[in-house]
């Protein structure tokens, strides 16, 4: 099932399904536990992030050749940081460049995105997936000055920043994502693709990330789990780096799911 979060004609949020013949059909009742699809016709204003998250986990150098083109050694464990629920920015509206905490290295990186549907603690690999509500793309929009030179050593600063977390534009629940490490992922900047892998380069696949982040902590329903970025990151492209500037466009697509595009602008 492909479901959207939307507003209305009223401004009020809802959930739908997505239908083969391009309609989408009103969702009723808790997208986490038990809900109906109606035929009640949505009417689709605008688009949502497909969830409003409890939590954003992020993984970094979870790709093999995005390690290797930044110089870097292969974690031995996931590396974890966090992005805060301020960052969530919905389809189509704009990634916003900091201008107050200044950066001039705002990076893209495309990602997949596994939304939590039921809470879990210290699940096995084996298991983790019956744990997904469903899989999106992400842009784990990324300050690099702020993550490298002015973060104080970590890089949650460079992360943290309002409209850094783009989602959308639709969930594909697992029924239509049985194996999320067999998807191919690209990022356009402008109508160019600067990035273009596969979910099967991950060093840690989805299992393994969900199983690791669950040790002995429990992931809420809604958590947002942003699962590393392939190579062809703007910091790593020769031979200068390229970062993002107003005007520009991105979009991030994931095969099965879908095209997140968002414009960028300044703060």
Request: glycine residues 8%.
């Amino acid at each position: 099932m492909n479901i959207i979060r939307y507003l209305d004609a009223n401004g009020h949020c809802h959930y739908a399904s997505e239908q083969a013949d391009g309609q989408s059909l009103r969702i009723e009742g808790d997208i986490y536990g038990d809900f109906t699809v109606t035929n009640e016709h949505a009417d689709v204003v605008q688009i949502l992030a497909p969830i409003q998250p409890t939590q954003i986990l992020c993984i970094g150098l979870n790709y093999r050749l995005h390690a290797e083109e930044t110089g870097a050694k292969l974690p031995e464990r996931p590396i974890l940081f966090v992005k805060g629920i301020n960052a969530l920015q919905h389809p189509g509206q704009p990634i916003l460049l900091p201008r107050h905490l200044r950066s001039d290295e705002v990076d893209y990186e495309c990602e997949l995105a596994v939304v939590i549907g039921k809470a879990c603690k210290n699940v096995s690999p084996e298991h983790a997936l019956e744990y997904v509500l469903g899989y999106t793309c992400a842009n784990d929009v990324s300050a690099r000055d702020h993550q490298i030179k002015l973060g104080g050593g970590q890089w949650c600063r460079g992360k943290f920043f309002d409209t850094f977390a783009p989602l959308g534009p639709r969930l594909v629940t697992p029924a239509g994502i049985p194996n999320p490490n067999a998807l191919r992922i690209r990022t356009e900047l402008n109508g160019e693709t600067v990035q273009d892998s596969n979910t099967n380069d991950m060093a840690f696949d989805v299992p393994a990330l969900i199983s690791y982040l669950s040790g002995s902590t429990t992931l809420l329903p809604g958590t947002v789990i942003l699962t590393g970025t392939p190579s062809g990151v703007g910091i790593a492209r020769k031979p200068e780096p390229r970062w993002l500037k107003p005007g520009d466009v991105v979009t991030i697509e994931i095969e099965k799911i879908g095209r997140l595009t968002n414009p960028v602008a300044e703060e």
